[in-house]
């Protein structure tokens, strides 16, 4: 149980087009999705926190209108990077925190995105 | 500011030997801790987690030590096996707030 899936696993865009991750949540309902982004040899960074049916919450020096955080339902969360830089290639992980959780957070695999 | 720091960038372990990989946290008003095991090109996994009022959790090969006077914290792994290698994250829930703060995590591994 607890299983996350993220979609698509390995993208490549090129500079200035947009890209969308989904994340989805596939045995359990997820009141809270969490999108992360991770450097190589880096840990983990919070970008933003998002809640089924209302407005992300972003963590400080990461750009909303950049980011964009949906979140339509409880099993499904997108992300989606647009007018993508070189600088934002990177691996973007998402989490989801059942209904019932305490504060336990199931991550996805991963995406790793390519900005060429 | 607050953060979740461990001690060692690195550790090498003989395959059938234990580990034990440390964290520091300067949160006092943290009140959960999990480690993270995550494998290259992949999303992190859970391995164990200890809330505060408890100072020890076993799972299966793995033994969390929760030290709150020095505010440190400890993954213990029993004889270890090659699939073990990983980067090992430690990652903190303060009170009332439910995002996980990560720390800077320890790649382990493990020589055959």
């Known amino acids: 149980g607890a299983v996350v899936s993220q979609h698509p696993s390995r993208v490549i865009c090129k500079s200035g087009t947009s890209v969308k991750i989904e994340c989805r949540s596939l045995?359990?309902?997820?009141?809270?999705m969490f999108w992360y982004r991770q450097f190589p040899k880096q840990s983990l960074m919070l970008m933003a926190t998002s809640n089924e049916g209302s407005k992300a919450t972003y963590e400080q020096g990461v750009e909303k209108d950049k980011f964009l955080i949906n979140h339509a339902s409880l099993t499904l969360s997108t992300l989606t990077v647009t007018s993508a830089h070189p600088e934002d290639s990177s691996f973007y992980i998402c989490?989801?925190?059942?209904?019932?959780?305490?504060?336990?957070?199931?991550f996805g695999p991963g995406t790793r995105l390519t900005v060429t | 500011g607050e953060s979740v720091g461990l001690h060692l960038p690195t550790l090498s372990v003989q395959e059938g030997d234990n580990s034990i990989i440390n964290c520091a946290y300067s949160?006092?008003?943290?009140?959960?801790f999990i480690w993270y095991k995550q494998e290259s090109g992949k999303g992190p996994q859970f391995i164990i987690d200890i809330r505060s009022n408890m100072d020890k959790r076993q799972g299966q090969r793995v033994t969390v030590l929760l030290n709150k006077t020095v505010k440190h914290l400890s993954l213990q792994i029993a004889a270890t096996q090659p699939g073990d290698s990983a980067v090992y994250f430690c990652a903190e829930v303060a009170s009332g707030n439910e995002k996980l703060t990560f720390g800077t995590g320890t790649r382990l591994t493990i020589i055959p």
């Open positions: 045995d359990f309902q997820a009141t809270t």
């Open positions: 949160n006092s008003a943290s009140d959960y």
């Open positions: 989490s989801a925190r059942a209904l019932t959780g305490y504060y336990e957070q199931y």
